[in-house]
């Protein structure tokens, strides 16, 4: 950063800028053309100094009593004197040019007895210290961004550090991101203009007694306090009541002045009180908005606090006592929990009872462990079974150290390797994901990918295992993920392996070649912990871990616990798989539209895995078994690698170019009104500034009339020593001068509801058009699109046209208004000023045209490097377990610091661009008010001193309004980029095609009245460009039937369901429900018509009531009903606030499967003819499948029920069972039918299965 080698003079004047906007004007700026972050201001360097001085306060305090407001404050105080001190310094020679030299250079005026040496004199001192307010504020503000920039780097480091440390954090992923997008820059503005708060109180005071000196006892008479307290209590109300409130202030004062008529009024003595109020009034009117911003910063300060407060991980692992032992539990109690302060009163009690543990530990979940005494030997199998909600996934994370110890002890000893039960996958390549951070080892990379078996999956994509992953896995199928996410724990070569049930996303084939050549083999030297349901596994397990209600209710091998416990027998039972083999009449197999070479590859691509070997690991004899697999790292053909960005998922942000369009500003004036209302309020607007600029020549013209005899004929001469207090129309002119104020206050108050209605109005419909297309966008949005950029859309862009762009508006256009109604009063009096005006005018606007570009590319650069952040925010707090377990945490923040660094550079760029512009536009603007000094002097004798004063001070106040002007006005561009980015998403983005016309409504009330479903000739592709996921499918589903769905992971299963749904519109062909086309129906129809059970179970923020019943159409009863078919009534009612406990989308209360079984309760409770089980089975244990299948039968038997599936035990119950692979249908049969054919697929998987 040039910065950091600039000279004196180009830090104080942000000449080092200079070269980067003179680029950006001759050609636009680009990502690579911006400076990089400066080491002194980067997150990394930063964060570690706020972490000491945080730490220190922890210590000093306490955790839940430390302040992050002082933090912050130790953390800036230095560089804060130094602004403070600085800005002091410009208020200092802000008052003496508009109190001292002023008056001085207008008594000069007055008087004519005095020589051009002395006016010359005064006009030179009022030059200088113009140049030198100018110069220390630009000072004060080198040193404020700096500080601001150094302190949101640090806050948002040491909040990342902080999400990455806590056990648990009680917050969902929109309030978290909303913490990084909103609470974060409301510090950085907090600590950008804190030093300006002292400008309010000074210049107040200031204002006050010299007033009090000017006019005496006058200047605080009743009348003006009281107004005095109206206007600041309006400017909180209305900015634009602030920006007349100097005028308003003069005004009561001289009228008070002259009511009591204890004194003469002069030009000199009026004109310096418009200038001084005009001074004061800048200080006083920004002080409510400075303040606005301060409150807004220790609010923001005060969430981030809570945050930071949370208890950090205990680290209640220790190192084994037995060192043959991996993991041991000794008598160990523990719970999930969320934050809540330790309570006041502690009992000493060792029971481990729910009870005694809430009462220890304040606020937690109902899902516990309790006394577990267990030890697993090095490298032993361990197997994990246990009913849903056991507690066997809490297990696991109690060894990652995920959870809160109550009594007892937790041992470990060895690296850990972990596969969650819902797969976390990152938005990168497949190979990426696999080696996650490690040293690519090539031997152990192949082995990973064969083990899993990815070998089949990664040849089909487009760049083989450089393929980009859609963010969280949207392009895979469950399965998918589940084998990168075991590939990933595999290739980390770690000593204990905890495995939560990955083998129940895939089908059976590839389940039992992943057992036996990655589990059972592949890890036959490492300890690993298995929850799984499937008996085979556990029959090879050197010892099962049995667990009921968070307890573990015994151990042993599999037989001998089958043989010694009825509870296990009775779960184990409830998982076998009989199928009935009965033969019935025409029970041949039916094959739909497939060719026997079509057979023939469908028996290539699905083997005997019965025969296949398992993987040597060690010595040459690897490397015949892999060379197949490392054959995909020559498969990559230029071609392929030409294509890889073109078949890129996440596609890069789009960056506006340019000027803003104008089809932004005319979307803005739209949603605001629309033209006509907004051509009003800019017209009222004018007429406040014509209404103030009238006040200020009545008052030229009330003071050059004297007493009222004069008898020269020129208006424009003042009168010689005559008092104005005895001009017999002393009434009118304070009448007029008077009426001119209420007039004024009138046409602001109703401007400011005006204006505000209309900007709110603008924001609130772009909020709501943008919102509805991202809700109705079609599905390869959310798969192309990170969640990240979307958020920092309705975040951080939202917050900036909901505040900033209204605030730079109304800035702007008032102090337009008022430039142009101030150059006219000026021209009128001083007619030859409009040449030196004309040419600063020119130089203003040149300055302008180059410096805009600079400052609109770096805005929507830091516009678009913010959803990055937000985007791995959002990945770690998805896969935070994930991470700690593969100890990657110093990774992670190493990314997010680069990434907050790549963010804050354009940012601080930005705003020393601002000032860079602000800078230069205040020292034209001194040149003005010389100009205007020297003709002051020069027409000394042609103009009176009343005119000649009014056209001083306004032009001393032009050259504040006029660097304003074009300051706000770009400022208000650049603000357009967010609305720009609204504007976009709301203009690109095409939604669904949906049915606007409804001609067969009547036919639609009762529809589906049977659950007929026929696919006929159904060919889909997710997107342009990809391959064929559906290919040219048939078939029929009756009334009330239930069908099974099976096939490879991959297959086109769930994209059945997705075509369903329309989520995805068909390439060609039709899909008809009760012989209507559902491409003719609405998809709000089509959608409430049918329910699903996801694969991916999903529960949002809200109470449980909400997530079954979101819009009130049920009884409590009818709900608990619903919960108790599917066994989950006691598990409500034992929760706190029973049914209307709060949950969110990554509550611990309820395990994977419990969260789908309260997806059924959804279903259950719609009573839809249509109901779809996506892997609805697949997180839960025999007995709670026996319970799903129970409720089907029962619940749905009047249903049309479609169940994918991975195990055929889920299946054997259908009525037919469908057969796909490869987005082709292989069979279509009943089960028994299928299994009478020894050369069908579903025969050969079923002996696999029973083998």
């Known amino acids: 950063m040039p910065i950091d080698s600039a000279s004196c003079f180009k830090f104080v004047y942000f000449s080092w800028m200079t070269d980067l906007i003179w680029k950006s004007f001759r050609k636009g700026l680009k990502p690579n053309d911006v400076y990089n972050c400066s080491p002194l201001d980067s997150c990394r360097i930063n964060s570690l100094r706020m972490a000491n001085i945080w730490e220190d306060e922890c210590r000093e305090e306490g955790l839940h009593n430390a302040s992050l407001q002082t933090v912050v404050y130790r953390f800036i105080k230095t560089r804060l004197v130094f602004c403070s001190l600085f800005y002091l310094i410009c208020l200092l020679l802000g008052y003496l040019s508009s109190t001292l030299f002023l008056k001085k250079l207008l008594d000069y005026i007055?008087?004519?007895?005095?020589?051009?040496?002395?006016?010359?004199?005064?006009?030179?001192a009022l030059f200088l210290s113009e140049l030198g307010r100018a110069s220390s504020f630009a000072i004060m503000y080198a040193i404020c961004i700096r500080t601001a920039i150094r302190t949101s780097s640090a806050i948002n480091a040491l909040l990342y550090n902080k999400l990455l440390t806590s056990r648990t954090v009680n917050k969902s992923i929109g309030e978290t991101v909303n913490l990084?997008?909103?609470?974060?820059?409301?510090?950085?503005?907090?600590?950008?203009?804190?030093?300006?708060?002292?400008?309010?109180?000074?210049?107040?005071?200031?204002?006050?007694?010299?007033?009090?000196?000017?006019?005496?006892?006058?200047?605080?008479?009743?009348?003006?306090?009281?107004?005095?307290?109206?206007?600041?209590?309006?400017?909180?109300?209305?900015?634009?009541?602030?920006?007349?409130?100097?005028?308003?202030?003069?005004?009561?004062?001289?009228?008070?002045?002259?009511?009591?008529?204890?004194?003469?009024?002069?030009?000199?003595?009026?004109?310096?009180?418009?200038?001084v109020n005009y001074v004061a009034a800048h200080g006083i009117r920004s002080l409510p908005i400075y303040l606005r911003d301060i409150v807004n910063g220790r609010i923001a300060l005060k969430r981030i606090e809570r945050v930071l407060q949370?208890?950090?991980?205990?680290?209640?692992?220790?190192?084994?006592?037995?060192?043959?032992?991996?993991?041991?539990?000794?008598?160990?109690?523990?719970?999930?929990?969320?934050?809540?302060?330790?309570?006041?009163?502690?009992?000493?009690?060792?029971?481990?009872?729910?009870?005694?543990?809430?009462?220890?530990?304040?606020?937690?979940?109902?899902?516990?462990?309790?006394?577990?005494?267990?030890?697993?030997?090095?490298?032993?199998?361990?197997?994990?079974?246990?009913?849903?909600?056991?507690?066997?996934?809490?297990?696991?994370?109690?060894?990652?150290?995920?959870?809160?110890?109550?009594?007892?002890?937790?041992?470990?000893?060895?690296?850990?390797?972990?596969?969650?039960?819902?797969?976390?996958?990152?938005?990168?390549?497949?190979?990426?994901?696999?080696?996650?951070?490690?040293?690519?080892?090539?031997?152990?990379?192949?082995?990973?990918?064969?083990?899993?078996?990815?070998?089949?999956?990664?040849?089909?994509?487009?760049?083989?295992?450089?393929?980009?992953?859609?963010?969280?896995?949207?392009?895979?199928?469950?399965?998918?993920?589940?084998?990168?996410?075991?590939?990933?724990?595999?290739?980390?070569?770690?000593?204990?392996?905890?495995?939560?049930?990955?083998?129940?996303?895939?089908?059976?084939?590839?389940?039992?070649?992943?057992?036996?050549?990655?589990?059972?083999?592949?890890?036959?030297?490492?300890?690993?912990?298995?929850?799984?349901?499937?008996?085979?596994?556990?029959?090879?397990?050197?010892?099962?871990?049995?667990?009921?209600?968070?307890?573990?209710?015994?151990?042993?091998?599999?037989?001998?616990?089958?043989?010694?416990?009825?509870?296990?027998?009775?779960?184990?039972?409830?998982?076998?798989?009989?199928?009935?083999?009965?033969?019935?009449?025409?029970?041949?197999?039916?094959?739909?539209?497939?060719?026997?070479?079509?057979?023939?590859?469908?028996?290539?691509?699905?083997?005997?895995?019965?025969?296949?070997?398992?993987?040597?690991?060690?010595?040459?004899?690897?490397?015949?078994?892999?060379?197949?697999?490392?054959?995909?790292?020559?498969?990559?053909n230029p071609e392929s690698i030409d294509t890889l960005m073109s078949d890129r998922i996440i596609l890069d942000e789009k960056m506006g170019t340019g000027n803003i369009s104008w089809d932004t500003y005319k979307a803005y004036i739209s949603a605001g009104g629309g033209a006509f209302i907004v051509s009003f309020v800019i017209g009222w607007l004018a007429f406040q500034a014509i209404s103030s600029s009238f006040a200020n020549w009545w008052l030229g013209y009330w003071i050059s009339q004297g007493n009222g005899n004069a008898t020269n004929t020129d208006n424009n001469q003042t009168v010689g020593h005559d008092l104005i207090i005895d001009n017999p129309d002393l009434k009118f002119y304070q009448t007029i001068y008077g009426l001119s104020v209420a007039i004024i206050l009138c046409v602001t108050l109703t401007l400011g509801y005006m204006f505000t209605k209309v900007t709110l109005s603008a924001s609130s419909l772009l909020h709501d058009q943008a919102l509805e297309k991202v809700l109705k966008s079609p599905m390869a949005f959310f798969d192309t699109i990170p969640i990240g950029r979307v958020l920092n859309i309705f975040t951080r862009d939202m917050d900036e046209m909901d505040t900033q762009v209204p605030q730079a508006l109304d800035g702007f256009f008032q102090r337009l208004m008022l430039v142009i109604c101030n150059i006219f009063i000026i021209i009128l009096v001083y007619p030859w000023f409009l040449l030196p005006l004309s040419a600063l005018v020119v130089l203003f606007w040149l300055i302008h045209i180059m410096f805009r570009g600079a400052i609109r590319d770096l805005k929507r650069l830091e516009n678009n490097l913010r959803s990055p952040i937000y985007s791995h925010i959002t990945a770690t707090i998805e896969g935070l377990q994930t991470i700690k377990a593969f100890n990657k945490q110093k990774q992670f923040i190493n990314k997010f610091n680069q990434l907050v660094d790549y963010q804050s550079a354009p940012n601080f760029l930005y705003y020393c661009s601002m000032r860079w512009l602000s800078t230069r536009m205040d020292i034209l603007c001194v040149f003005v008010s010389l100009f205007a000094a020297i003709f002051a002097i020069c027409s000394q004798q042609s103009v009176g001193a009343a005119f000649a004063g009014l056209a001083l001070v306004l032009s001393m106040q032009l050259s504040g309004l006029l660097q304003f002007v074009i300051r706000l006005g770009v400022d208000a561009e650049t603000r357009f980029t967010s609305v720009e980015r609204i504007h976009m998403y709301i203009q690109t983005l095409k939604p669904e095609k949906d049915v606007i016309t409804q001609t067969n409504t009547f036919r639609l009330e009762n529809w589906p009245s049977r659950g007929r479903i026929s696919f006929r000739d159904v060919t889909m592709r997710y997107r342009p460009g990809l391959k064929l996921a559906l290919k040219n499918i048939s078939f029929d589903i009756s009334p009330q039937e239930k069908i099974g769905i099976i096939g490879r992971t991959g297959a086109g299963k769930s994209s059945i369901t997705s075509v369903l749904f329309r989520l995805v519109e068909l390439t060609s062909g039709s899909i008809s429900i009760d012989e209507i086309d559902i491409s003719q129906i609405p998809l709000k129809e089509l959608r409430s018509r049918i329910s699903i059970i996801p694969q991916d179970p999903i529960l949002f923020r809200g109470s449980i009531r909400k997530n079954l019943d979101p819009f009130n159409e049920f009884k409590t009863q009818t709900i608990m009903e619903a919960l108790e078919s599917v066994n989950l009534k006691q598990k409500v009612n034992n929760l706190r606030n029973g049914i209307n406990n709060s949950v969110n989308e990554r509550d611990a209360s309820f395990s994977a499967g419990e969260r789908q079984l309260l997806c059924m309760t959804r279903a259950l409770l719609r009573k839809n003819k249509i109901i779809i089980l996506d892997e609805a089975m697949a997180h839960v244990d025999g007995e709670t499948q026996n319970i799903i299948q129970n409720t089907v039968m029962n619940e749905f038997k009047d249903c049309t029920v479609v169940t994918i599936a991975h195990r055929l035990a889920t299946v054997q119950n259908c009525d037919r069972v469908l057969v796909v692979s490869d987005g082709e249908i292989v069979e279509f049969d009943k089960p028994s039918v299928l299994a009478s054919n020894p050369d069908s697929y579903f025969t050969k998987m079923l002996n696999i299965y029973q083998n």
């Open 110 to 124: 007055e008087n004519e007895s005095d020589t051009i040496g002395t006016g010359i004199k005064w006009t030179i």
């Open 180 to 275: 990084f997008a909103v609470d974060i820059n409301k510090v950085f503005h907090m600590v950008y203009i804190l030093p300006l708060v002292l400008g309010g109180p000074i210049v107040t005071v200031v204002t006050v007694v010299y007033t009090w000196w000017l006019l005496g006892v006058f200047a605080l008479v009743g009348k003006e306090r009281l107004l005095l307290e109206k206007c600041q209590y309006l400017q909180c109300v209305s900015t634009s009541l602030s920006l007349m409130t100097p005028l308003i202030i003069t005004v009561a004062t001289i009228l008070a002045y002259t009511i009591a008529k204890q004194g003469d009024l002069t030009a000199a003595t009026a004109f310096t009180l418009v200038m």
């Open 310 to 636: 949370f208890d950090d991980k205990e680290n209640y692992i220790r190192l084994t006592a037995n060192p043959s032992n991996s993991v041991e539990f000794k008598g160990a109690t523990l719970a999930w929990d969320t934050y809540s302060p330790p309570p006041k009163h502690q009992t000493s009690t060792k029971e481990s009872t729910k009870e005694s543990i809430v009462q220890r530990t304040g606020t937690l979940t109902s899902m516990c462990l309790f006394d577990l005494d267990l030890e697993i030997p090095n490298e032993k199998h361990i197997g994990i079974i246990g009913s849903v909600g056991s507690g066997k996934s809490a297990l696991l994370t109690t060894i990652l150290g995920q959870m809160r110890l109550i009594t007892g002890k937790v041992g470990v000893k060895g690296s850990i390797a972990y596969v969650s039960q819902d797969p976390w996958i990152l938005n990168a390549s497949v190979k990426e994901n696999i080696t996650f951070g490690n040293s690519f080892d090539s031997k152990r990379y192949y082995e990973s990918i064969r083990c899993c078996e990815l070998s089949h999956d990664i040849s089909m994509l487009a760049a083989d295992d450089q393929t980009e992953i859609g963010e969280r896995g949207v392009t895979l199928s469950g399965g998918q993920r589940q084998r990168i996410s075991l590939a990933r724990a595999y290739y980390a070569n770690k000593d204990i392996y905890l495995l939560d049930d990955p083998l129940s996303s895939v089908d059976g084939n590839v389940g039992q070649h992943i057992f036996n050549n990655c589990i059972k083999n592949g890890l036959k030297d490492k300890t690993v912990l298995l929850i799984t349901n499937n008996i085979e596994c556990l029959e090879t397990m050197d010892f099962v871990v049995f667990m009921r209600d968070g307890r573990v209710v015994n151990t042993g091998v599999h037989n001998h616990l089958y043989n010694s416990d009825d509870d296990y027998r009775q779960l184990i039972d409830s998982s076998e798989t009989e199928f009935s083999h009965k033969e019935e009449e025409d029970s041949k197999p039916v094959i739909t539209d497939h060719s026997p070479e079509d057979k023939d590859e469908v028996r290539f691509s699905s083997p005997d895995w019965s025969d296949v070997k398992p993987i040597p690991l060690d010595g040459e004899d690897n490397k015949s078994e892999v060379s197949e697999v490392i054959d995909l790292e020559f498969n990559q």
